[in-house]
């Protein structure tokens, strides 16, 4: 007789979903030749001092010529009621000098709002301060803030889903004596798929 002794299973299945924070950024011009734009990065959590979320690479323009901004990292400034920055900044021809300064060269384009206190709730918030430089060469530079337009930061939640399927799977398996117990050639083995996994029989090769 065959045993199969199982003290635990536990499996994770596809349905299950875990939070995520959207931060959304838009800059409405009202002015000047630099045009509106938004943009949006997702992250995990509520992001801190000093990393740099993942984003898709966005364009900023005045018309004619387009910088695309691929870097970024967020900072804070002192201790007592401090200014927070998201910094945002081309590959070549802008620098960060953290934790909230910046540098420009010709065809580098940086820009950042700041904020009093790191955002750690959901909601609309606009900085009180926000300025950014866009140089098309060495004797052109365009800038925007707040007397060309506004900017705006949302920060939401959103539902992502966990992997489906089999692909999170945590099996435990404990016997009050041997996990598994072979007999007469034959032992049961647990079948990894995407249905509720049954027990197969599989036929030890005889000699």
């Given at each position: 007789?065959?045993?199969?002794?199982i003290s635990?299973?536990?499996?994770?299945?596809?349905?299950?979903?875990?939070?995520?924070?959207i931060y959304?950024?838009?800059?409405?011009?009202?002015?000047?030749?630099?045009?509106?734009?938004?943009?949006?990065?997702?992250?995990?959590?509520?992001?801190?001092?000093?990393?740099?979320?993942?984003?898709?690479?966005?364009?900023?323009?005045?018309?004619?010529?387009?910088?695309?901004?691929?870097?970024?990292?967020?900072?804070?400034?002192?201790?007592?009621?401090?200014?927070?920055?998201?910094?945002?900044?081309?590959?070549?021809?802008?620098g960060f000098?953290?934790?909230?300064?910046?540098?420009?060269?010709?065809?580098?384009?940086?820009?950042?709002?700041?904020?009093?206190?790191?955002?750690?709730?959901?909601?609309?918030?606009?900085?009180?301060?926000?300025?950014?430089?866009?140089?098309?060469?060495?004797?052109?530079?365009?800038?925007?803030?707040?007397?060309?337009?506004?900017?705006?930061?949302?920060?939401?939640?959103?539902?992502?889903?966990?992997?489906?399927?089999?692909?999170?799977?945590?099996?435990?398996?404990?016997?009050?004596?041997?996990?598994?117990?072979?007999?007469?050639?034959?032992?049961?083995?647990?079948?990894?798929?995407?249905?509720?996994?049954?027990?197969?029989?599989?036929?030890?090769?005889?000699?």
């Amino acid at each position: 007789m065959i045993k199969l002794r199982i003290s635990f299973l536990a499996l994770a299945l596809g349905s299950a979903c875990q939070a995520a924070v959207i931060y959304d950024f838009s800059y409405t011009a009202t002015s000047g030749p630099i045009q509106s734009f938004s943009f949006a990065f997702t992250a995990p959590t509520f992001v801190t001092d000093g990393t740099s979320p993942i984003f898709a690479p966005f364009t900023v323009t005045n018309g004619t010529a387009v910088w695309t901004m691929t870097r970024d990292l967020v900072g804070v400034s002192g201790i007592i009621d401090p200014d927070v920055c998201f910094l945002f900044a081309t590959t070549t021809g802008a620098g960060f000098i953290p934790p909230c300064g910046t540098s420009i060269s010709p065809n580098g384009g940086v820009f950042y709002p700041l904020f009093r206190g790191l955002p750690v709730a959901l909601g609309t918030y606009v900085p009180y301060f926000f300025t950014g430089a866009f140089n098309a060469s060495p004797t052109t530079e365009d800038r925007i803030g707040a007397n060309t337009g506004t900017f705006s930061l949302v920060i939401s939640e959103v539902s992502v889903p966990e992997p489906s399927g089999m692909s999170v799977v945590l099996i435990g398996l404990l016997a009050l004596g041997s996990g598994l117990m072979f007999k007469s050639g034959r032992t049961y083995l647990l079948a990894f798929a995407d249905e509720p996994f049954p027990l197969r029989q599989k036929q030890a090769r005889r000699n």
